[in-house]
């Protein structure tokens, strides 16, 4: 059957209630932002209802593919499951302890919270005890972590709860008693303690049977490190598995094939402000930088104080080199919450813009003291210790975060960079290697890879010639890959593979109305190469556009020019000068 609009609104707003009692707030306020991301019928509601819904329409028709109109269910022949939201036991709902227990919770007092529930004998009560034990334990890990290695050390530190939680969530378990959010906190409880495989089972239970709890989905897919795991889950067909996979999908760098899952999730989430996000996500690593730009404009527009991914978009404005759009951003998160290490990662890439690298790395080791995990902090970080030449505290930096995430490419490409500098290309080579397997669609870290084979204690020149030829299929925005190639040829004595790549150059440089001496270099090539192999008009004719130029490139095309002719007339051309090609 289809998924009607109605159904998901009604499953979410119960979810919504259902997790909120359970202090599962960033997966409430997840289900909330999808429950408004729903179309409300015009006719059915007054426009102050629809007001965000009108914002939005300007960003949902950059991605429509087609110019059909949304349905009210997706697209025919997807059978969904019928998943009903579990009814809640109102003996356990009215018990005042619980009620004592969550305003604790939510006081962050977890371990106060935990023992007034330590009597109860609910599902409910049993879940919150656990989770307020679990964040009690974080909570005292982060404590020791500062206390024995300072903020961003690396510390053993362990959360001492994950023993007794892990016994007391198995036994119910066992015994069948356990609901799904207990499972979600086992499988949470498991993947800490490294037992992958069996935290991957207990959360695909835990989604199946309530699949509206978007904490679970998201440390499943933690687990699903490859294409093969992922599609091995034995998961319902609920709409819910679709964002799942979508977001799976883009962390498993399928760009494609995530951008096609969210936009068939628009045909019922149209005005959702996360799927726009996400879709921003994975046009931001297909390098589509004006597309993101766009998207972010809008999310700004319609919700002013958002700081969730605004960082993804500072680095946009980054690359963009867009300065009062950096300084622009840059206030408007301060001024919204300058705590959050979105904020201060936003911040830093200001810094890092103005060239003020000192005070860049201490915006974000303040994001790493608010969260010692995010992961684009301690790669930044990096990159502004490579520019600062400070090459052991970069390599540090890298490392910590390819321990966080093995998938991110541009840690290893920074380890690249980083032992590149200190003359180790043997090293550099290696995490190059790292870089291109997981994003092989990234002409920058062909171009790097190549670069390093073209070092001096390399030298490997064809190895370099292999990588120029896949950046220059990769959309190469440098323009390096095709100049590079030429050069080598030329270099090599392949004059008739280096006239190939000189022209396709020259002819990229002509579209992109683009002059310098990489031109004035590609025609006096091209002129020489031409003359040699007796096509002589063609020669003729890259000597004339030489002419245009006032360096010495001007007398070496009047002097080819003149043997030109010499040779077109029929006299030996032994007397004139012969130019190299």
């Not at 060239?355 to 684009?376: D, I, P, T, W």
Request: charged content about 25%; some cysteine.
């Amino acid at each position: 059957m289809g998924v009607t609009k109605e159904n998901c609104r009604n499953e979410l707003r119960t979810a919504i209630r259902q997790l909120t009692d359970r202090c599962l707030y960033s997966a409430s306020k997840w289900a909330a932002e999808q429950l408004v991301g729903i179309e409300q019928d015009p006719a059915k509601h007054p426009p102050s209802h629809t007001r965000l819904q009108r914002d939005c329409s300007s960003i949902r028709r950059r991605f429509r593919s087609t110019g059909d109109e949304i349905t009210s269910t997706p697209l025919a022949g997807t059978s969904y499951v019928s998943t009903p939201v579990p009814e809640e036991d109102n003996e356990v709902v009215d018990s005042d302890f619980y009620l004592l227990a969550k305003t604790y919770f939510n006081c962050r007092e977890y371990r106060r919270a935990a023992h007034f529930l330590s009597d109860q004998t609910g599902k409910k009560a049993l879940f919150l005890r656990c989770y307020a034990l679990y964040l009690a334990g974080e909570k005292r890990k982060e404590e020791e972590t500062i206390e024995l290695e300072g903020p961003l050390g690396k510390s053993d530190a362990v959360n001492s709860e994950l023993v007794s939680i892990e016994r007391d969530l198995s036994a119910v378990r066992k015994n069948g008693t356990i609901d799904p959010f207990g499972l979600y906190l086992y499988g949470l409880i498991l993947k800490q303690k490294g037992n992958e495989n069996l935290a991957r089972t207990i959360l695909v239970e835990s989604v199946n049977t309530y699949p509206w709890n978007w904490s679970a989905w998201s440390e499943l897919q933690s687990l699903c490190t490859t294409i093969e795991i992922l599609n091995s889950l034995k998961l319902n067909n609920h709409w819910m598995k679709d964002f799942f996979l979508a977001s799976a999908y883009h962390e498993l760098r399928m760009h494609n094939e995530s951008l096609a899952n969210y936009e068939y999730l628009q045909a019922t989430f149209g005005y959702s402000n996360y799927i726009k996000a996400q879709i921003a996500k994975a046009q931001y690593s297909l390098r589509e930088f004006e597309q993101v730009e766009a998207v972010f404009e809008e999310l700004l527009r319609i919700d002013p104080y958002r700081v969730d991914d605004m960082d993804m978009y500072s680095n946009v404005l980054y690359a963009k080199e867009c300065f009062s759009g950096l300084s622009y951003l840059a206030h408007k998160v301060f001024m919204t919450d300058k705590y959050r290490p979105e904020s201060c990662c936003i911040i830093g890439n200001y810094y890092s813009l103005k060239g003020l690298h000192e005070k860049s790395v201490m915006y974000f080791r303040r994001a790493l003291k608010l969260n010692k995990n995010y992961l684009s902090a301690w790669t930044l970080m990096g990159h502004e210790y490579v520019e600062m030449k400070n090459t052991p505290a970069a390599v540090d930096a890298y490392r910590r975060a390819v321990d966080i995430n093995p998938c991110d490419y541009r840690a290893w490409y920074g380890l690249g960079q980083a032992y590149e500098m200190m003359g180790m290309p043997y090293y550099a080579l290696h995490y190059f290697k790292k870089s291109v397997n997981l994003q092989p669609s990234d002409s920058r870290l062909w171009i790097a890879m190549a670069q390093c084979y073209e070092t001096e204690q390399l030298r490997m020149l064809e190895e370099a010639i292999k990588c120029y030829r896949r950046a220059a299929h990769c959309n190469d925005r440098e323009a390096i890959a095709l100049h590079r190639l030429a050069k080598l040829h030329s270099e090599l004595g392949q004059s008739k593979e280096a006239a190939f790549y000189y022209k396709k150059d020259l002819e990229r440089m002509e579209d992109e109305e683009r002059e310098g001496p990489n031109m004035v270099e590609a025609l006096l090539f091209l002129a020489n190469h031409c003359r040699a192999q007796k096509k002589f008009e063609e020669a003729e004719a890259y000597c004339t556009r030489l002419l245009d130029y006032n360096g010495p490139e001007k007398e070496t095309a009047k002097s080819l020019l003149q043997a030109i002719k010499f040779a077109q007339s029929g006299f030996p051309s032994s007397d004139v000068e012969h130019f190299p090609s």
